[in-house]
Nanobody
Framework: QVQLVESGGGSVQAGGSLRLSCAAS????????MGWFRQAPGKEREGVAA????????YYADSVKGRFTISRDNAKKTLYLQMNSLKPEDTAMYYC?????????????????WGQGTQVTVSS
């Protein structure tokens, strides 16, 4: 059973930065598709970014392109999400997720394993 633990959330002002981390219980990054999702109150969970096991292939939601960067350190078994130029609309609970299945990276149902989430709050 893969376990994922997120950290790094917090409260920042608009324009600020945060780096989220997702620590895995085993070295899964070479075999799994890893994604970051977020969910704001009253809204559906949405895909933010993903990285594929086949190489340095990354995907981003249009709303975060140019501001967020997903990366991973296989040796440390850790996935990251660097978030810059944060906006109030980025406020949400952020989740790390993993899957070995193929499909659209931004669909939550594709993912088998989820972390507990870390809250990001951006004030204007």
């Amino acid at each position: 059973q893969v376990q994922l633990v997120e950290s790094g959330g917090g409260s920042v002002q608009a324009g600020g930065s945060l780096r989220l981390s997702c620590a895995a219980s085993e070295n899964i990054y070479s075999r799994y598709v890893m994604g970051w999702f977020r969910q704001a109150p009253g809204k559906e969970r949405e895909g933010v970014a993903a990285t594929y096991n086949s190489g340095p292939i990354t995907y981003y939601a249009d709303s975060v392109k140019g501001r967020f960067t997903i990366s991973r350190d296989n040796a440390k078994k850790t996935l990251y999400l660097q978030m810059n130029s944060l906006k109030p609309e980025d406020t949400a609970m952020y989740y790390c997720a993993a899957t070995t299945r193929s499909g659209s990276w931004s669909v939550p149902n594709l993912y088998d394993y989820w972390g507990q989430g870390t809250q990001v709050t951006v004030s204007s």
